[in-house]
C-alpha cells in the first residue's frame, strides 16, 4: 500500500469521526436554540429588543459570513496547489473572524455596563450561554487557522490539504450556526 492511499485511508477515518463531531455540536446547539426559545423574552427584566443593537449583529454577521466566501479562496488555492490563493484566503478568513470576534466583545461589553448582565433573567442567561458557545467555538478556529499556516511549512503538501479540509467543514458550520443565531436570536426582535 503506498503512502497516498494509507493517507487516504487515514484521513477518511478521521472525517468520519470529525462529522460526527459536528453531528454531536449540532445537537447541543439545537438545545441551546432550544432553550433560549423557551425562555425569551422573559417575563421580568430587559426585552431583546431593548438589549440588541441593530448596526452590531449586521457588522458582526457581514464579516462571519463573508469569511466563508474568503475561505473559498483558500479552497480554491488547495485544488490548484496555489500557495498564494491558499495564504490570501486563510489570512482574510482570519481576519474577518478577527473582526466579528471583535465585535462579540464589544456586544458583551457594552450589554455588561448596562446591567444586563447573565445573571439578569432567563433570556439573557440563555443568550449568553448560545451566543457565547458560538463565538469560543470562532475563537477556537482563529486559533486553528494559525496552526494550520504553521503546518503548511512543515507538513507534505497531501497531508495538509487533508488538514485544511477538515477544517473548512468546521468553518462553515460555524458560519451554519451563526445564521441560525441571526434567525432565531436577533431577527425577531430587531425587525
Do not use: C
Request: positive net charge; proline residues 3%; without cysteine.
Amino acid at each position: 500500500m503506498n503512502s497516498k492511499t494509507m493517507s487516504k485511508d487515514l484521513f477518511g477515518d478521521k472525517r468520519m469521526g470529525f462529522f460526527i463531531y459536528l453531528f454531536v455540536e449540532a445537537v447541543m446547539f439545537a438545545t441551546l436554540f432550544a432553550t433560549y426559545l423557551i425562555y425569551t423574552p422573559a417575563p421580568q427584566g430587559p426585552h431583546p429588543s431593548e438589549v440588541f443593537e441593530v448596526k452590531t449583529v449586521v457588522l458582526a454577521s457581514i464579516f462571519l459570513l463573508s469569511s466563508s466566501g474568503t475561505l473559498m479562496i483558500a479552497e480554491k488555492g488547495l485544488d490548484r496547489r496555489n500557495i498564494k490563493m491558499i495564504l490570501s484566503g486563510l489570512l482574510i478568513t482570519f481576519t474577518f473572524g478577527a473582526i466579528f470576534m471583535y465585535f462579540e466583545v464589544h456586544e458583551f461589553y457594552t450589554f455588561v455596563t448596562e446591567g444586563h448582565t447573565i445573571s439578569t433573567n432567563n433570556f439573557l442567561s440563555s443568550f449568553y450561554v448560545l451566543v457565547g458557545l458560538h463565538a469560543s467555538h470562532v475563537l477556537f478556529g482563529l486559533f486553528w487557522m494559525i496552526v494550520l499556516l504553521i503546518q503548511r511549512k512543515l507538513l507534505p503538501y497531501n497531508l495538509f490539504k487533508e488538514k485544511h479540509k477538515i477544517f473548512n467543514y468546521y468553518w462553515h458550520f460555524v458560519d451554519i450556526i451563526w445564521v441560525g443565531i441571526l434567525i432565531i436570536v436577533y431577527i425577531p426582535y430587531l425587525i
